[in-house]
């Protein structure tokens, strides 16, 4: 395997604070919430507490302030058939500006500034009608925009609503949901939906964990319909559920894109093991110049370099590029409340 040299000189974690200015390291049973979290967003206290076998009135009280306090965030957040990563090289004293033009567009799911020869990157999810516009108009009127590189994903390997970084047990996991969720693999046209499942769909993304009476208050129908439209929403992938949370807050401040080349027919294989990765939080096939970007968390520079020198993946690896992550503004759709 080539390496191609890192895409910054110096390797560094993202922002080490969570709330304020202060850094915080969530204990063990907090860490523990978050993973339950992750696996069912929805879940019960109840059901939780069962599982981490701790009382159900602690359970909830910590995870309550969790939720409350904003280190963890349950949202929806709706696929479109054409997301698209746009990476964008900006003059001097201006990519703070883009980035925030990037987090407040309603089509970006992740927004981050990231070390070497571009400053940040985005996920744009779109529709075939709006893409055109996006990329032609849009983006090129950010202030300060020199240059940007749009990669079109092929196929999801593994988003967020799947990341788990090793906390829970296997046990534990099939405990909160027996049969995993798959991410969708192929893009293609989604289902229409009604006025009702768009209500719906904005109440989940404002809210993942709201109750079933809220949502129907909401979209103004049945309790019954609601707890229905939703989980065809979820089944179609229409909607996706995902538990938010900073990955330094798990103790996994290095956070590194891996811009990934490999022959085609390794293409599938090198995805699917690089998904099955605890390290991994993100794996998409992409067109371009590189074949594979996958979003990847560890807990020190020394971990970063052994993921990729010497773990089995990197077999199938013909060139590696690394970007290093400084500050994420947005994830899954929400804006990062450290730096609101």
């Known amino acids: ?37 992750q696996v069912d967003p929805r879940a019960s206290w109840r059901t939780i507490a069962a599982v981490l ?17 904003g280190v963890v965030a349950v949202r929806g957040i709706q696929l479109k058939p054409k997301p698209v990563l746009v990476e964008m090289r900006c003059a001097p004293g201006t990519s703070r500006m883009a980035v925030q033009a990037l987090s407040q567009r309603a089509d970006s799911s992740f927004v981050y500034t990231i070390t070497g020869s571009s400053d940040c990157i985005a996920e744009i999810l779109t529709d075939r009608a709006r893409l055109h516009t996006a990329l032609s108009d849009e983006l090129p ?21 799947a990341w788990q970084p090793g906390i ?8 909160l949901r027996p049969v995993p969720l798959n991410d969708p693999k192929i893009f293609g046209e989604h289902p229409s939906l009604t006025e009702t499942d768009k209500q719906i769909v904005a109440a989940l993304c404002d809210d993942g964990r709201m109750s079933f009476e809220a949502i129907a208050r909401r979209a103004g129908t049945s309790e019954a319909t609601a707890r229905r439209r939703t989980d065809w929403l979820l089944e179609t992938n229409c909607l996706n559920l995902r538990a938010l949370v900073e990955p330094s807050s798990l ?27 605890p ?19 560890v807990a020190s520079n020394e971990a970063l370099y052994d993921f990729t020198s010497s773990s089995d993946w990197t077999v199938d690896v013909a060139e590696l590029s690394t970007s290093l992550l400084l500050d994420a503004r947005k994830r899954g759709g929400r804006l990062n409340p450290v730096l609101s």
């Open 1 to 37: 395997m080539a390496h191609s040299a890192c895409r910054s000189g110096t390797v560094y974690g993202p922002a080490q604070r969570l709330m304020g200015n202060t850094m915080v390291e969530l204990s063990w049973l907090e860490k523990q919430i978050v993973a339950a979290l």
């Open 251 to 277: 103790g996994l401040p290095v956070e590194a894109l891996l811009w990934i080349k490999t022959a085609p027919d390794r293409l599938e294989s090198l995805g699917r093991r690089l998904a099955q990765l």
């Open 141 to 161: 009127a950010i202030v300060g925009l020199q240059r940007v590189n749009t990669y079109p994903i092929l196929r999801y390997f593994k988003t967020l609503r």
């Open 279 to 297: 390290e991994a939080r993100y794996v998409a096939a992409i067109t371009g110049e590189y074949q594979i970007l996958a979003d990847v968390t």
């Open 53 to 69: 076998r701790e009382p159900e009135r602690t359970v909830a009280r910590r995870g309550g302030d969790l939720l409350a306090s």
């Open 168 to 175: 829970l047990t296997a046990e534990q996991r099939r405990a």
